[in-house]
């Protein structure tokens, strides 16, 4: 006993000792002087240049002064620990500090040091990467054939993390701006080549070196006008290695806008988080120096990934450009709780060598307007739902337990995206979706190719049916009736809400039920417990079929003919609730994604201006009735 307590007051003293020798840097181009030590904003330091002369030590802050504008890559020297992270923030003002990366590579550079968290910065990249003399810019220790990723000729980035020598951990952003960010290069397959954050790592394993990226966390960021993705994560020489992934990255509350490829990225990676995130016109053309190509996200062998609670919006380009698709080599990956809506490639993409990977609770709008450029059937047009087994250059390879159930799409007339599943694709499970479309369009092509594949359907809604040419394997247990959606438009109306299913729909609760695991990730036979709308989807009752179950937050009564509107859904400040024929007491409880009470408002304006960026749900109660909508704070 004696021994621990010298052990506690020994580990005491020097968490004493290591947070008093933490140091606070400022840094300013209005007011810094390089000469100054940096130590107090009353005499901050000037140049990134400086800066670039310190190592941190664990507990340090490197403060830019709110205003400011700084050019040059900031190379930041040492590591945090697990108690005591470097900070880098902005100070002396609400808005941000701005660093031009001014043809660097990047604007942030973290080369082997971790437990880092960097905040409140505004960063773009595009200047070009040649000084006035002509040469190339460079940091010193970065020159040399080893190191030509050092220029920022082909490939720029906002924050690049590089692990070579050793797996790091610790990484927070939250905050950042991350915009402009492209190379200058002479050839001009480079030319989108820019991205917002990086997280790269290189292995060695003829030297059993093998280095992995671990405990990052996204937040709250706005990355736009990148020539390629937002985010990447990339393991480099651990190509046909399965049991070596970078783990714990989390994705939230982030915007993706105006990206040239897409959005997020991640590559050997594993218990993956991506919620509350807005992904818009992902494979941009808005300038020539983008990729032009690319789904909201798709993730790339990688294991135990949920993406929930995101709007994935109008994405562009000649393949993929789904609203979210899932690539090749993955595991236990789920997209749920998610708004698809006027994305070019489509709603559903799956590839080969997935294992329990699928859709589930998704409402998509208008996805899958693409034409092939050489009109052929079942290749580059939009689609509804692709199944397919590639899986790179070499034999294909079939999928495991791939599910797609209780997702609502609805299509107008201008549109006739196909469905398509590959021959040798595995098992597919698709049961209780519901297929809405227009009356007076072109007809919808189906193909489910049977060769070697074993296909579980059932309990699915097509409706106008005689709109679409339906494979015999999609009739089995069909239902054909109109499910009564309250969305009043032939066109679609851009509102997750607008696709609940009316009091009368004649759907509710005869779908196929969906039990039998405690497993939360046992997707087939666990159903999750809550529809698009935070409804409870019970395990012993059959379900509504779409992504809507037609039950209140907490299981109270619900109002059997659904009246109420949220105008509009997508809002900075405030709302209003529109309720069909009553003017009397309305009581609002709103709840964030995580379930948590965070606010009670009365009456029918809903002030949303205090609220963080994100999406929250309504729990809206009528003389004792309830009913949820979901809405956007912008």
């Given at each position: 006993?004696?021994?621990?307590?010298?052990?506690?007051?020994?580990?005491?003293?020097?968490?004493?000792?290591?947070?008093?020798?933490?140091?606070?840097?400022?840094?300013?181009?209005?007011?810094?002087?390089?000469?100054?030590?940096?130590?107090?904003?009353?005499?901050?330091?000037?140049?990134?240049?400086?800066?670039?002369?310190?190592?941190?030590?664990?507990?340090?802050?490197?403060?830019?002064?709110?205003?400011?504008?700084?050019?040059?890559?900031?190379?930041?020297?040492?590591?945090?620990?697990?108690?005591?992270?470097?900070?880098?923030?902005?100070?002396?003002?609400?808005?941000?500090?701005?660093?031009?990366?001014?043809?660097?590579?990047?604007?942030?550079?973290?080369?082997?040091?971790?437990?880092?968290?960097?905040?409140?910065?505004?960063?773009?990249?595009?200047?070009?990467?040649?000084?006035?003399?002509?040469?190339?810019?460079?940091?010193?220790?970065?020159?040399?054939?080893?190191?030509?990723?050092?220029?920022?000729?082909?490939?720029?980035?906002?924050?690049?993390?590089?692990?070579?020598?050793?797996?790091?951990?610790?990484?927070?952003?939250?905050?950042?701006?991350?915009?402009?960010?492209?190379?200058?290069?002479?050839?001009?397959?480079?030319?989108?080549?820019?991205?917002?954050?990086?997280?790269?790592?290189?292995?060695?394993?003829?030297?059993?070196?093998?280095?992995?990226?671990?405990?990052?966390?996204?937040?709250?960021?706005?990355?736009?006008?990148?020539?390629?993705?937002?985010?990447?994560?990339?393991?480099?020489?651990?190509?046909?290695?399965?049991?070596?992934?970078?783990?714990?990255?989390?994705?939230?509350?982030?915007?993706?806008?105006?990206?040239?490829?897409?959005?997020?990225?991640?590559?050997?990676?594993?218990?993956?988080?991506?919620?509350?995130?807005?992904?818009?016109?992902?494979?941009?053309?808005?300038?020539?120096?983008?990729?032009?190509?690319?789904?909201?996200?798709?993730?790339?062998?990688?294991?135990?990934?949920?993406?929930?609670?995101?709007?994935?919006?109008?994405?562009?380009?000649?393949?993929?450009?789904?609203?979210?698709?899932?690539?090749?080599?993955?595991?236990?990956?789920?997209?749920?709780?998610?708004?698809?809506?006027?994305?070019?490639?489509?709603?559903?993409?799956?590839?080969?060598?997935?294992?329990?990977?699928?859709?589930?609770?998704?409402?998509?709008?208008?996805?899958?307007?693409?034409?092939?450029p050489n009109n052929t059937p079942w290749n580059k047009k939009g689609k509804i739902f692709w199944i397919s087994n590639?899986?790179?250059?070499?034999?294909?390879?079939?999928?495991?337990?791939?599910?797609?159930?209780?997702?609502?799409?609805?299509?107008?007339?201008?549109?006739?995206?196909?469905?398509?599943?590959?021959?040798?694709?595995?098992?597919?499970?698709?049961?209780?979706?519901?297929?809405?479309?227009?009356?007076?369009?072109?007809?919808?092509?189906?193909?489910?190719?049977?060769?070697?594949?074993?296909?579980?359907?059932?309990?699915?809604?097509?409706?106008?049916?005689?709109?679409?040419?339906?494979?015999?394997?999609?009739?089995?247990?069909?239902?054909?009736?109109?499910?009564?959606?309250?969305?009043?438009?032939?066109?679609?109306?851009?509102?997750?809400?607008?696709?609940?299913?009316?009091?009368?729909?004649?759907?509710?609760?005869?779908?196929?039920?969906?039990?039998?695991?405690?497993?939360?990730?046992?997707?087939?036979?666990?159903?999750?417990?809550?529809?698009?709308?935070?409804?409870?989807?019970?395990?012993?009752?059959?379900?509504?079929?779409?992504?809507?179950?037609?039950?209140?937050?907490?299981?109270?009564?619900?109002?059997?003919?659904?009246?109420?509107?949220?105008?509009?859904?997508?809002?900075?400040?405030?709302?209003?609730?529109?309720?069909?024929?009553?003017?009397?007491?309305?009581?609002?409880?709103?709840?964030?994604?995580?379930?948590?009470?965070?606010?009670?408002?009365?009456?029918?304006?809903?002030?949303?201006?205090?609220?963080?960026?994100?999406?929250?749900?309504?729990?809206?109660?009528?003389?004792?009735?309830?009913?949820?909508?979901?809405?956007?704070?912008?």
């Amino acid at each position: 006993m004696i021994f621990s307590k010298h052990i506690f007051l020994l580990s005491f003293t020097l968490y004493l000792v290591l947070n008093v020798n933490a140091n606070s840097y400022f840094i300013s181009t209005s007011s810094g002087d390089d000469n100054n030590s940096g130590l107090s904003s009353q005499f901050p330091i000037n140049s990134i240049n400086k800066l670039n002369t310190f190592t941190f030590q664990p507990g340090d802050s490197i403060l830019f002064k709110a205003g400011d504008i700084w050019q040059g890559m900031f190379w930041l020297k040492g590591s945090g620990d697990p108690n005591n992270s470097i900070v880098v923030d902005s100070y002396g003002g609400a808005g941000k500090a701005t660093i031009n990366g001014n043809g660097y590579q990047s604007c942030i550079l973290i080369y082997n040091n971790e437990y880092i968290s960097i905040n409140n910065l505004n960063l773009y990249n595009e200047d070009n990467h040649l000084d006035s003399l002509g040469n190339t810019k460079l940091l010193a220790g970065f020159g040399g054939a080893s190191n030509t990723w050092g220029s920022g000729k082909n490939v720029r980035f906002g924050v690049k993390i590089v692990a070579t020598s050793h797996s790091l951990s610790g990484f927070r952003f939250n905050n950042l701006e991350i915009h402009n960010i492209y190379p200058t290069p002479t050839l001009s397959q480079n030319v989108h080549k820019g991205y917002g954050l990086k997280l790269e790592t290189q292995s060695d394993t003829t030297n059993f070196l093998f280095n992995i990226i671990s405990d990052v966390k996204v937040s709250n960021c706005y990355f736009h006008h990148t020539g390629h993705y937002g985010i990447w994560i990339k393991s480099i020489g651990l190509n046909n290695i399965d049991s070596v992934k970078n783990f714990d990255i989390d994705i939230l509350n982030c915007d993706f806008q105006d990206t040239g490829g897409s959005g997020f990225v991640p590559n050997k990676s594993k218990n993956i988080l991506v919620q509350g995130c807005f992904f818009n016109h992902c494979g941009s053309s808005e300038d020539n120096r983008m990729w032009k190509r690319g789904s909201g996200m798709w993730t790339f062998d990688c294991k135990n990934a949920i993406a929930q609670h995101n709007y994935f919006m109008n994405a562009h380009g000649p393949q993929d450009s789904y609203g979210a698709h899932i690539d090749y080599g993955n595991e236990n990956v789920v997209f749920q709780y998610n708004y698809s809506y006027n994305n070019e490639g489509g709603f559903v993409e799956i590839l080969g060598d997935n294992i329990n990977c699928g859709y589930r609770y998704n409402i998509s709008v208008n996805d899958g307007y693409r034409l092939d450029p050489n009109n052929t059937p079942w290749n580059k047009k939009g689609k509804i739902f692709w199944i397919s087994n590639y899986c790179g250059s070499g034999p294909r390879c079939p999928n495991t337990a791939t599910f797609i159930y209780n997702n609502t799409v609805f299509i107008n007339d201008s549109i006739n995206p196909e469905i398509y599943f590959w021959p040798n694709v595995g098992d597919v499970h698709l049961y209780n979706n519901i297929i809405y479309t227009g009356t007076n369009g072109q007809k919808i092509p189906t193909l489910l190719q049977n060769n070697l594949n074993t296909l579980n359907i059932s309990h699915n809604v097509f409706y106008d049916s005689s709109r679409i040419n339906l494979d015999t394997d999609l009739l089995n247990n069909a239902f054909f009736n109109d499910p009564k959606l309250l969305n009043p438009s032939p066109f679609g109306i851009n509102d997750p809400n607008m696709y609940q299913l009316q009091g009368v729909s004649p759907i509710i609760g005869v779908g196929k039920l969906i039990s039998g695991s405690s497993d939360t990730t046992n997707f087939l036979y666990n159903n999750g417990g809550r529809d698009y709308f935070g409804n409870i989807v019970s395990e012993n009752n059959p379900p509504c079929i779409g992504a809507f179950n037609l039950m209140s937050l907490n299981n109270s009564s619900s109002i059997k003919s659904l009246k109420i509107k949220a105008i509009p859904t997508m809002t900075i400040n405030n709302l209003t609730l529109k309720i069909k024929d009553y003017d009397g007491k309305i009581e609002t409880e709103i709840f964030n994604l995580e379930g948590n009470k965070i606010s009670k408002q009365n009456g029918a304006l809903i002030s949303l201006k205090e609220f963080k960026k994100g999406i929250y749900i309504l729990r809206i109660n009528i003389n004792g009735k309830m009913e949820n909508l979901k809405v956007v704070r912008l």
